[in-house]
């Protein structure tokens, strides 16, 4: 009973405050750049690119099975401008579903994004990024149980008296908006000195902010005009990754940090991957396919750390990672975070001649 009262109250702080929410996010921050970062899109070495990601957080917190469920489909072409010698033009749709405790919270978003990059030298690439989508929210408080409900006899027999909400005006279930960003990003790379040198030096970086036209968000928005004026924060982006080979071994190390801030909250997430070459494309036949083992771990700062793996097997690689809760919420969680899971398809082969390209990276 306390439980079901505790949750009512936190739905309808949600439904009756001026609160901002924070963005969905993935642990292997690398793996979903379209979320991270517009400009990312066609930033990686092949034609194109489709990934799934799933992650499922917090499920010992919200009880009976109910934590933060967030999946997440994405697909990238490289470049559709095919004359354009110095530069590329690359498109890309995700779209994002996250829902979380007995209330079904949910937020459902569909982007296009079109990023154009330029390649400065045979070294260095600039990119701009810009994304346009259309996001939906959602609740459902027909499960939820409300204080006003609560009588003695009621209790007594199992059930709760009553219906309703606490007298307070019936929320809209739904509300929906447009969404807008932008982001640029940076990346230089070297191309080994043969196929088994290993000597490459990768760097990318970038900045992006999501949210610029600050939509309004409000399940009340329909009910009552004046209530319809709460705005999402802006999103703000900062990336990096480094993959540098070890020269002459199978060994690649390949470090990361991203850091977002959106109005009072910030993240810090910051790591490191070694990935280790099991095997090379057959240069002659093409029937031996590359394959690749990663392993590593990544903090994020305050909250929980985050061990990962990753295995990779010619145009197909699947990663996972389970977030350890290392913060105050432990005494909630135990230390459970969540799994999460990703899927990668890209094509051609990334383990082929050309996996060291000095305009396409692969992260």
Known sequence: MKKSIITAIAVFGLLSANCFAQDVHFS??????????P?????????????????????TVMGSGYGFNTFEAAFQIHNIAKKWSKAYLSPGLNVYSDKSGDAQIGETEVNLTLASGVHLDS????????QAGFAQHSINTSNLQWPNQ???SAVAT???????????????NSFSYADFSAGLAWNYSTSATNMTSNDHLRINAGIAA???????MSYYGNYDPSMAGVKEYMRYVGHGLIEYGIPNT????VPSIVYYLQGPAQETDFGIKVRYILKQDSKYTGNIKGMAFDIGGYYRLGDAFIPFVQLEMG????????????????????????????????????????SHSNTRSMF
């Open 158 to 172: 199992g059930g709760w008296g009553g219906s309703g909400i606490g007298g307070d005006p019936i929320a809209g």
């Open 250 to 253: 199978n060994v690649q190390l």
């Open 28 to 37: 292997q921050f690398y793996e979903s750049p379209l979320t991270m970062n």
């Open 150 to 152: 609560y009588s003695s």
């Open 39 to 59: 400009a990312l899109c066609g930033m990686y070495n092949g034609d194109i690119l489709a990934e799934l990601n799933y992650k499922n957080q917090w499920g």
């Open 210 to 216: 999501f949210h610029l036209n600050q939509p309004s």
């Open 315 to 354: 145009s197909y690689a699947i990663g996972i990672n389970y977030d350890v809760n290392v913060s105050s919420l432990d005494q909630a969680t135990s230390g459970a975070g969540g799994i999460e899971i990703s899927l990668r398809f890209i094509n051609p082969n990334p383990f082929g001649s050309g």
């Open 123 to 130: 070294k260095n690439n600039l990119a701009l990024g810009l």
